[in-house]
């Protein structure tokens, strides 16, 4: 039988392969006993797992198959970052970055071919959108790439927006996380996205990990032009969401800047920042633009990154400068971009019309 007929048990949570082995006539315990295999010990051979009964191997062979992405290519930056192009089934492929610093190694995940949010100092915003990855392609990121070092952490802001794939993301989440499988604390784990208002508190409350807000800007009018998703959910509605948030344990929203040279960097800017971020808890990460050849945005000089940093500490907030890493490899934040993918430039006037059209916007 070949695979395309049988059902991929892969991306399946504990309770779930536990229903799938009692589906076949076998304990909910044998379910339990194969999702360790696939997700502890990275098996995707029904016949290597030698501790499950012959009969349960074989009936698991006759119906069900285990897929596994496979590495297209592997590139190493003199930092020791990694970016590996990552193929996937059906051949599309998606980026995957690994970024070892200090006590921790960061995997960076992608969670859709392409994205729909068309930000315009995005590389991947320029690919336009294919499709969401499945739980298990998210998972197999994190099981089988080859890292010279086990994976500490995890941050899910490779290509796509996580938010816009909420269910097949949430479950990749807890797979991340299940003692039975990786065991990576939910604290090692971070969600970030452009502020998707209508699906933020139902992330917060599935207490499966931090929480990243991309802003990028401080007025609707400049974050509009790099982030069309502005329109839709400019920032007031954002800040209050922010405001409001309730979380589960104790966590507090991080706020992700970018900085470009002349267009978000000024001192204005940053005051602006801090008095729309003053009166709740937050942490904010600034990152300076990597330049790629697809985009004309530069990036700003490191005294003004400092100048800015400034005055945000002044304010008594929590404002960290966030290094790039992988920059030589076209594998920093905003520059993922699978090479085969034709340059679908636009001015970002007709970018932000393609991803958030004026004409929808009207309808809700
Ligand atoms: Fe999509 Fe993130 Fe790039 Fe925006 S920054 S286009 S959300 S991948």
Redesign the pocket.
């Known amino acids: 039988m070949s695979p395309d007929v049988k059902e991929n048990l892969k991306g399946l949570t504990v309770q779930e392969m536990e229903a799938k082995s009692v589906e076949i006539g076998h304990a909910p315990f044998h379910g339990r006993q194969l999702f360790r295999w696939i997700n502890q010990r990275k098996v995707s051979d029904f016949s290597l797992m030698t501790d499950l009964s012959k009969d349960f191997r074989t009936k698991l062979a006759e119906k069900f198959y285990l897929p596994q992405v496979t590495v297209a290519t592997k590139e190493e930056s003199k930092d020791g970052t990694i970016k590996f192009l990552v193929g996937l089934e059906d051949n599309e492929k998606v980026e995957a970055v690994y970024i070892p610093f200090e006590d921790r190694n960061t995997l960076c995940i992608s969670t859709?071919v392409g994205?729909?949010?068309?930000?315009t100092?995005?590389?991947?915003?320029y690919m336009g959108f294919t499709r969401n990855l499945k739980s298990w392609e998210m998972v197999d990121q994190l099981l089988h790439l080859p890292t010279p070092k086990e994976v500490s952490n995890i941050v899910l802001?490779?290509?796509?927006?996580p938010l816009d794939n909420f269910d097949e993301v949430m479950k990749a989440m807890a797979i991340f996380q299940d003692p039975m499988g990786p065991k990576i604390g939910k604290r090692h784990i971070t969600l970030?996205?452009?502020g998707l208002t209508n699906k933020i508190q139902k992330f917060v409350d599935t207490n499966l990990g931090n929480l990243a807000i991309?802003l990028h800007g401080t007025t609707d009018e400049q974050r509009a032009l790099i982030?069309p998703?502005n329109r839709k959910y400019p920032i007031a509605g954002l800040m209050d969401c922010c405001r409001n948030l309730k979380f589960k344990s104790r966590r507090r929203v991080t706020f992700e800047y970018l900085l470009i040279r002349d267009f978000n960097d000024s001192d204005e800017d940053a005051y602006r920042l801090a008095s729309l971020v003053s009166d709740f808890p937050c942490k904010i990460n600034l990152l300076a633009y990597n330049e790629n050849p697809f985009i004309d945005f530069k990036r700003p000089k490191d005294e003004r990154i400092i100048a800015f940093q400034n005055i945000l500490l002044s304010k008594d907030l929590t404002a960290t400068y966030r290094l790039s890493r992988g920059r030589d490899i076209a594998a920093a934040?905003?520059q993922?971009r699978t090479a085969e993918t034709t340059n679908k430039k636009g001015t970002p006037a007709q970018r932000a019309e393609l991803a958030f059209p004026a004409a929808s916007l009207a309808a809700h």
């Open positions: 859709q994205c729909k949010m068309g930000c100092f995005c590389a991947t915003g802001m490779g290509m796509g927006e970030s996205t452009v991309s982030m998703v934040c905003g993922l």
